[in-house]
């Protein structure tokens, strides 16, 4: 697992063109796709009941879109925006 945290407003030129509407977004991805980008509350029970459904086996993932997979690129080349867990 890899994690980042990104401020839309202060690192706009890394988010690209995906929209985010409301504060927190999530955004969850894995090889085969994205499992989840939404809002969600900022509760840590959540996140967990969230993650926890996401790890359960047959659960689908959506194709990336090419701004998620241009998001996913710039990050790739830029670790200074993982956070170590």
């Known amino acids: 697992h890899r994690f980042a945290w ?7 030129e890394l988010v ?3 929209e985010v509407e409301t504060f ?3 955004l969850v991805t894995d090889a085969n796709g994205t499992r989840f ?3 969600l509350t900022p509760h840590a029970q959540t996140l967990s009941r969230l993650l ?14 090419p701004s998620t997979h241009a998001l ?3 990050l790739a080349a830029a ?7």
Do not use: N, R, Y
């Open 52 to 65: 926890d459904s996401l790890a359960q086996p047959g659960q689908p993932a959506a194709p990336h879109l």
């Open 16 to 18: 690209g063109d995906i």
């Open 79 to 85: 670790p200074q925006h993982w956070i170590s867990t």
């Open 37 to 39: 980008m939404g809002p």
């Open 72 to 74: 996913l690129q710039t």
């Open 6 to 12: 990104l401020d839309i407003e202060d690192q706009a």
């Open 24 to 26: 927190p977004t999530l």
